[in-house]
C-alpha cells in the first residue's frame, strides 16, 4: 500500500498518480455528461506540466478525444499508433517539448483543426502533413526547421500560420496557394528570396518577415490585396514594389534597419495608414511624397524617420493633425549626447509646423537646425520634446506656451539666453540644458515650481542662479563645469537621493600597485597618528607609538589595502583621507575631518602638497625604528595593538540604533558592512619601488 511519504519522496510516482487521477476523472465525465455542452467540454484531455517522458499508453484506449494538450513536458517523440486510434483530435498542443521528429502516419488525422508544435527541436515535417486538409490554425515557433513540405500549399484551408525563429532558407514554390491565410509569421528566420507567387495570398492581412535576409520583393507582392500590417525590419531591401493594391487598407508598416534611399509613389495614398516606421535606412533629401500629409492627416498617429539623411519635410506637413508621437532625430536609444550624429539633417522645420495640435511625442536631436518656427509653441498637447544636439542659438517667444511640457531636453546647442518667461512652463519636470552658453538664468525661473531634474552642466554661468532657492522640488541637480568664482567645493553639483551612500568622489579607480579596500572589502587596520605638541598637556602625556617595517610587512601579510597619493616632488609617499569634505546623502550629511601635525617635523619632511582627488594632505612624523620584544612579533601585536577597526552600514536596518546605524560609507559596495581607514602614517622613502614601477 502506498503511503503520502513514499509519494512525497518519490516524484515520478506522483506524478503518475496525478495522471491516473485525471484519466479516471475524464472517463467518468464521459459517462456522466448528458447536454451536447457538456460532452464537448469533457471532451478535453489536459496533461501538461506532468514531466512525462514518454506518451501515455493509456491515453490511446481514450478514442473519442477531441481536444488533447501535451505542453511542457518531457517528450521526445509521439507514437505512430496516436495518428491511427485518436482520429477524432480537433485540437492538438505539444508545446514546450523535446519533440525531434513527427510519426509519418501523423497526415491521417485528417480532423485536425489546430496544431501547436512550438518551442521543440524539429527540423522537419513529414511528407504526410500535406493531407491535414482541415488544418486552420499552425504554431511552429521556435523549433529548427529548414524547409517546409514542397506541397505544403495544399492545406487549403489554413489561416494562421506562425514560423517564427527557425532555420528557413526558402518557401516551397506553391506557398502562395493557401488563399485563405491571413496571418504570416516568418520572422527570425533565414530567408532570402520569397516565392514569386507570393502575392496569390489573396486574404493576407498581417504578415510579419523581420530580422531575415531579404534583399528584394517579388513582382507580385504588390498584388496583396489586403494588408493591413506589414514589418519587414531588419532586412537588406533596397526598394520596395512599384505598386501596392492593399494601400488603401494599410494601417502599420515597419521597415526599420533596411537600406531604403527611396520611397515609392503609393506611400502618397495611404489613406488609412495609422503607424509608419522607416527608422535607420538611408532616405535622403525630402522622401515623403507631396501628397503624404493631405492622404494620411486623418489616421496617422506615429512617424518615425529618424537615422536617415533627410534634409526637408513637405511644406504641407502640418496637415497631419491626428499625429501624436513624431521622430526626426536619432535612431539609437542613449542617456547621454555622443559627439558624432546619428539623426538627420534638417536645418528648419515648415511654418505651419504648430499645426499638429495632437502631437505629444518629438524627437528632433542630432540635426543641423538653426532655430525653432514661431509656430513652435501652437504644440498644445506636447509633453516630450528632444532638440538636443542642434544649432539653435535662441528659443521663439511662443515656447513658453507649452504648458504641458513635461520633459524639455536642449542639450548641446548654442543657447546663451532663455525666453524671459520661461517660467510659464507650469508643468516641466525634467530639464536639460547642459553643454550651452548660459550666462544666466531669467528671473521667471524660479516659477517652475514641478522642477525635479536640472541639469546645467557646461555652460558659461559665473554666480550660483538666485532662482534656484525657490526650487524646492528639485532632486537632481548639476552645475559642473560652470565659470563660477566660487571655490570648486562650495558649488552645488548633483544632489539626489539615491537608495545607497553616493560613492566618495576622492576615491581613485586605479592607483599604485594596491587593491582599494572599499572595492574588494579587504580588512583595513586604523592607525592611531601620534599626537601633536597642542594636543599633549603636562597633567598627561602618553608616550607616542614608534611603527618600523615590522608593523608595515604585518600589514602587507594581511593583504591590506594602503592608499597612496602623488604629493611631493622628493619622492615621499604621504596617505592621504583627506580633509573638510562633505558628503550629502539624502536627508543625512557627513563631514570628516582628518588634520593632523606635529611640531618637531617640518613641513617640507611631512606635508605633501595638495592632489585633486585629496583636497587636503594630513601631516605625519616620519617612521622611528622599533624592535619588538619577542621572535614572534606578529602573534604579540594582535594581542595587543590599542586600536579598533569601525565598521559602518550602508543601509541601517531597523533593528540598529545607536549613532553608528546612521553613518555611510559612501562608496560602490552598498550592502556588506566595510572598515574605512581613518588614519594613515608615512611610509619610507623606497619603500614601495616595486609598487610604482609600471
Known amino acids: 500500500m502506498e503511503t503520502n511519504s513514499d509519494v512525497d519522496e ?11 487521477d485525471i484519466l ?9 455528461s448528458n447536454h451536447k455542452a457538456e460532452k464537448e467540454e469533457n471532451h478535453v484531455l489536459c496533461l501538461k506540466s506532468l514531466d512525462l517522458s514518454s506518451f501515455p499508453e493509456s491515453v490511446l484506449d481514450l478514442t473519442h478525444v477531441e481536444h488533447l494538450v501535451l505542453d511542457h513536458n518531457s517528450l521526445d517523440s509521439l507514437p505512430g499508433q496516436l495518428c491511427n486510434t485518436l482520429t477524432h483530435l480537433g485540437v492538438l498542443s505539444v508545446m514546450g517539448n523535446d519533440l525531434e521528429t513527427l510519426p509519418a502516419s501523423f497526415g491521417n488525422l485528417t480532423l485536425l483543426r489546430e496544431l501547436h508544435l512550438g518551442e521543440n527541436c524539429l527540423q522537419e515535417l513529414p511528407d504526410s ?6 488544418l486552420r490554425k499552425l ?31 526558402t518557401l516551397p514554390k506553391m506557398f502562395g496557394s493557401l488563399r485563405r491565410l491571413e496571418t504570416f509569421d516568418a520572422s527570425n528566420n533565414k530567408l532570402e528570396v520569397l516565392p514569386e507567387l507570393f502575392g496569390g495570398l489573396s486574404c493576407l492581412k498581417v504578415l510579419n518577415l523581420s530580422s531575415n535576409k531579404l534583399s528584394c520583393l517579388p513582382e507580385s507582392f504588390g ?32 521597415v526599420d534597419n533596411n537600406v531604403l534611399k527611396e520611397l515609392p509613389s503609393w506611400v502618397g495614398l495611404l489613406s488609412s495608414i495609422q503607424e509608419m516606421s522607416l527608422r535607420d535606412n538611408k532616405l535622403m533629401n525630402q522622401p515623403l511624397p507631396e501628397s503624404f500629409p493631405a492622404c494620411s492627416g ?19 506637413m502640418g496637415q497631419l493633425e491626428t499625429l501624436e508621437s513624431l521622430h526626426l532625430g536619432s535612431a539609437i536609444g542613449e542617456l547621454e549626447r555622443r559627439h558624432f550624429q546619428n539623426g538627420n539633417w534638417l536645418c528648419v522645420l515648415p511654418e505651419n509646423f504648430g499645426r499638429l495640435r495632437h502631437l505629444r511625442r518629438v524627437h528632433l536631436d542630432e540635426n543641423q537646425l538653426t532655430h525653432l518656427p514661431e ?20 528659443l521663439p517667444n511662443s515656447f513658453c506656451h507649452l504648458n504641458n511640457l513635461q520633459f524639455c531636453q536642449l542639450s548641446k546647442n548654442h543657447l546663451q539666453l532663455l525666453p524671459s518667461n520661461f517660467g510659464h512652463l507650469s508643468s516641466l519636470v525634467d530639464l ?16 517652475l515650481q514641478t522642477l525635479r531634474t536640472l541639469d546645467l552642466f557646461c555652460n558659461e554661468l559665473r554666480e550660483v542662479p538666485g532662482a534656484l532657492k525657490y526650487l524646492t522640488n528639485i532632486t537632481r541637480l548639476d552645475m559642473d563645469k560652470n565659470k563660477f568664482s566660487l571655490p570648486p567645493e562650495l558649488v552645488p553639483n548633483i544632489i539626489f537621493k539615491p537608495t545607497y551612500a553616493a560613492r566618495d568622489p576622492r576615491l581613485q579607480d586605479s592607483w599604485r600597485g594596491r587593491n582599494r579596500a572599499d572595492r574588494n572589502k579587504v580588512e583595513v587596520l586604523k592607525l592611531e597618528p601620534l599626537p601633536s605638541e597642542e594636543e599633549e598637556t603636562d597633567e598627561e602625556k602618553e608616550e607616542p607609538i614608534q611603527w618600523n617595517d615590522s608593523i608595515l610587512r604585518q600589514a602587507m601579510a594581511k593583504s591590506m589595502s594602503l592608499w597612496r597619493a602623488h604629493t611631493s616632488d622628493e619622492g615621499s609617499h604621504t596617505r592621504v583621507e583627506g580633509s573638510h569634505t562633505g558628503i550629502e546623502n539624502g536627508p543625512m550629511s557627513m563631514t570628516f575631518n582628518s588634520q593632523f601635525s606635529d611640531g618637531d617635523v617640518s613641513t617640507e619632511e611631512s606635508t605633501g602638497t595638495t592632489s585633486p582627488e585629496s583636497p587636503v594632505s594630513p601631516t605625519f612624523p616620519s617612521a622611528i625604528s622599533f624592535v619588538p620584544e619577542t621572535e614572534n612579533w606578529e602573534d604579540e601585536i594582535e594581542d595587543t595593538c590599542p586600536w579598533e577597526m569601525p565598521v559602518y552600514y550602508r543601509h541601517p536596518s531597523r533593528r540598529d540604533k545607536g549613532p553608528s546605524a546612521m553613518q555611510f560609507v559612501p562608496c560602490e559596495d552598498h550592502v556588506e558592512p566595510v572598515t574605512r581607514i581613518r588614519f594613515l602614517y608615512t611610509v619610507e622613502d623606497g619603500q614601495f619601488e616595486d609598487a610604482d614601477e609600471d
Open 298 to 316: 486623418r489616421s496617422l498617429r506615429l512617424l518615425d524617420l529618424s537615422g536617415n539623411f533627410i534634409t526637408a519635410l513637405p511644406a504641407s
Open 432 to 447: 536639460r540644458l547642459d553643454n550651452n552658453m548660459l550666462g544666466e538664468l531669467p528671473e521667471s525661473f524660479a516659477e
Open 129 to 134: 502533413f500535406s493531407d491535414l486538409k482541415e
Open 139 to 169: 504554431y511552429l515557433t521556435g523549433n529548427e526547421l529548414r524547409t517546409l513540405p514542397c506541397d505544403f500549399g495544399h492545406l487549403e484551408h489554413l489561416e494562421i500560420f506562425m514560423v517564427d525563429e527557425n532555420h528557413l532558407k
Open 10 to 20: 518519490n516524484p515520478d510516482l506522483a506524478n503518475d498518480r496525478s495522471l491516473q
Open 375 to 394: 509656430s513652435f509653441g501652437d504644440l498644445s498637447s506636447l509633453e516630450f520634446l528632444d532638440v538636443g544636439q542642434n544649432w539653435l542659438k535662441e
Open 223 to 254: 498584388n496583396l490585396p489586403r494588408l493591413q500590417e506589414v514589418e519587414l525590419s531588419g532586412n537588406s531591401l533596397s526598394f520596395l514594389t512599384k505598386d501596392l493594391k492593399s494601400s488603401h487598407c494599410l494601417k502599420k508598416l515597419y
Open 24 to 32: 479516471s476523472r475524464f472517463k467518468n465525465q464521459q459517462l456522466s
